[in-house]
């Protein structure tokens, strides 16, 4: 168990719809990462945030926005959803700077989204 | 920005033989080389790194190397087991705390 929880696991909605994907990192990482990882795909980096700060950016569609809150969980919402958007979302975390700061990426789970 | 590519994208190897995938890099000022294990169904996990001021680093059956020089580091593999079977992704750490993924090795062991 990494301790980074992303809900939901799984997701089916329409071409067109907004969906919402939520990631918790882990206890005292200041950092979120979201990457996209399509069927036989490698990870494609989408977005970082650091204590409620864009700190990168990726090859993230127009379409697609994210945010960290002050509690440090984060949110990526996808909207006017297309056929090729169907995808494992992968949230990762790390304390992110500093010190304590490794470079080693905390990954969820993921959430898997189809769409019809 | 940085480029990882990654080889090969599948490998398939007899139980207790070794594997060894191989990742080049574009940017000479990247510090920091990991490769994460993909289980099915899982996320991504750490399963050895190594930093730009050593050369070699092993874990049990597991070792990678780096070589500055050609800016290339490979993920080793000793007396495969089946469930090493999963997907390997090796990364580039770059100073900008950017983390640019290889696009994976399916690696198959077989019993």
């Known amino acids: 168990d990494s301790g980074v929880t992303q809900t939901p696991k799984h997701l089916i909605t329409a071409t067109g719809q907004r969906v919402t994907l939520r990631c918790s990192p882990r206890s005292g990482d200041l950092s979120v990462y979201w990457y996209q990882q399509s069927l036989d795909q490698g990870l494609q980096f989408l977005i970082q945030y650091y204590n409620g700060e864009e700190r990168a950016k990726g090859n993230i569609l127009e379409r697609f926005s994210a945010q960290q809150f002050p509690d440090l969980h984060s949110e990526l919402n996808l909207s006017s959803l297309e056929l090729g958007d169907s995808a494992l979302y992968f949230c990762?975390?790390?304390?992110?700077?500093?010190?304590?700061?490794?470079?080693?990426?905390?990954f969820g789970e993921g959430s898997r989204l189809t769409v019809l | 920005g940085e480029n990882v590519e990654q080889h090969p994208s599948t490998l398939s190897v007899q139980e207790g033989d070794s594997a060894v995938i191989k990742c080049t890099y574009s940017d000479s000022a990247s510090n920091y080389f990991p490769w994460y294990k993909q289980e099915l169904g899982k996320g991504p996990q750490l399963i050895i790194d190594i930093r730009s001021n050593v050369g070699e680093k092993k874990d049990q059956r597991i070792a990678v190397t780096l070589n500055k020089t050609a800016k290339h580091f490979s993920l080793h593999i000793t007396e495969t087991q089946p469930e090493d079977s999963a997907v390997y992704f090796c990364?580039?750490?770059?100073?900008?705390?950017?983390?640019?993924f290889g696009d994976g090795t399916t690696l198959t062991v077989k019993p």
């Open positions: 990364a580039a750490l770059s100073l900008a705390g950017k983390s640019t």
């Open positions: 990762a975390s790390s304390v992110g700077l500093g010190d304590r700061y490794t470079g080693e990426l905390f």
